[in-house]
């Protein structure tokens, strides 16, 4: 494709890929049950880890072939207790989607609550751990894309703490790109995705948990396809997994982490995603348009944009997307009154220069 004339994804997730990326989906027809896919699932599982540097050692990963969800609802089946309950923590679409997993899987639960873009509940988070002696767990999203919103973690993992509670987290659209300190936090286990914030392409996801975590605390599914009890046996055993990976999304994941971590790390990927949100609002807040929520309250990955009055969600996503940019519309009751960008991929100069003038033709009076 040529460079620039090409589609820039701002949905949060898949990304713009990067041309080593792309290619290395190239790489061969491999099979899943032969020892160099076992080699390369290995690999991939050390990576993870070591994204963030708290956690090499401590946690170990295993990858599924499945969206972001199926990491989350694999975390949810595999670690939500089956005769305790779990706490989850909602201001969004992603948290209410870890209480309909909850229930899917009859797992006992207690939900708090709070309005779509809100802060969490923190009152009402202590007010049920003190009441009620049947929590054991805490589910939460750590970036809520809904809005945008970076939850704020750390006073809920005291609460965790002081409780002796565990955390469970989604970390779907945080992974790679925003700060998870893993013992500050003091994280039980996450589920993330390969094409977020990593720059992978779909089809991989995966959870991290503490290593006595994996080999203390998994409950009985109730999946076949989900049991990470399985996947951990095996790709910590001999290396394969149960079923049939998404080995092209293996390769890419692979060649992904390795990009990442030449380019810096997920610190220097924050604040590229920084840099790239500022330069966005300086553009749009030119033209007279507004953030839903305080701009210090987002994540770098995406941010939620009010809709100016009488424009509507679908003529703005047509406008730039003839000028090569596909960006996102709220869920919900926010679908007529927000659009969202996402900051993730592969971006440019020459790309940011062409959104600029796209903007600006997109919104001028
Ligand atoms: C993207 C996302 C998911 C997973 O969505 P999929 O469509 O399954 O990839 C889960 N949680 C959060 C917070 C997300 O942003």
């Not at 750390?154 to 779907?172: A, F, N, P, Y």
């Not at 039980?188 to 977020?196: D, I, Q, S, V």
């Amino acid at each position: 494709m040529q460079n620039n004339n090409r589609t820039i994804l701002l949905n949060p997730g898949p990304v713009t890929l990067s041309e080593r990326v792309r290619n290395s989906l190239l790489r061969g027809d491999w099979c899943h049950r032969e020892p160099e896919f076992a080699d390369l699932t290995r690999d991939i599982n050390n990576r993870l880890v070591r994204v963030y540097r708290e956690m090499a050692g401590k946690f170990d990963a295993v990858m599924l072939t499945g969206s972001g969800t199926s990491a989350v609802e694999a975390m949810i089946a595999s670690f939500a207790p089956h005769t305790s309950s779990t706490l989850v923590v909602t201001n969004g679409v992603y948290g209410e989607r870890m209480v309909k997993m909850l229930a899917a899987y009859n797992r006992p639960h207690h939900v708090v609550e709070s309005p779509w873009g809100e802060v969490i509940d923190l009152d009402q988070v202590r007010n049920e751990l003190d009441m009620r002696t049947d929590i054991t767990h805490v589910a939460v999203v750590h970036h809520e894309t809904t809005t945008g919103r970076l939850n704020d973690l750390s006073q809920l993992s005291e609460l965790c703490g002081e409780h002796g509670v565990r955390l469970l987290l989604d970390c779907v659209s945080s992974f790679g790109a925003e700060a998870i300190n893993a013992d500050e936090l003091n994280i039980a286990a996450l589920a993330a995705t390969a094409n977020k914030c990593l720059h992978g392409v779909p089809g991989i996801s995966f959870v991290l948990a503490r290593k006595e975590v994996w080999k203390q605390e998994l409950v009985p599914a109730g999946s076949v396809y989900l049991d990470l009890a399985a996947y951990y046996q095996g790709q910590h055993g001999e290396g394969f997994s149960p079923f049939t990976q998404s080995v092209q999304a293996a390769f890419a994941l692979r060649e992904a982490l390795d990009e990442l971590e030449e380019e810096g790390g997920w610190e220097q990927r924050r604040s590229i995603y920084r840099r790239r949100a500022g330069y966005i609002a300086v553009i749009l807040k030119g033209l007279g348009l507004e953030t839903m929520l305080p701009p210090q309250e987002y994540s770098c990955v995406l941010w939620s944009w009010l809709l100016p009055e009488g424009t509507s969600y679908s003529d703005v996503h047509a406008s730039l997307k003839a000028d090569g940019f596909v960006i996102y519309a709220g869920q919900g009751h926010f679908s007529k009154n927000i659009f969202r960008i996402a900051h993730m991929g592969d971006i440019n100069n020459d790309d940011l220069g062409r959104l600029k003038t796209a903007l600006q033709k997109c919104f001028a009076i």
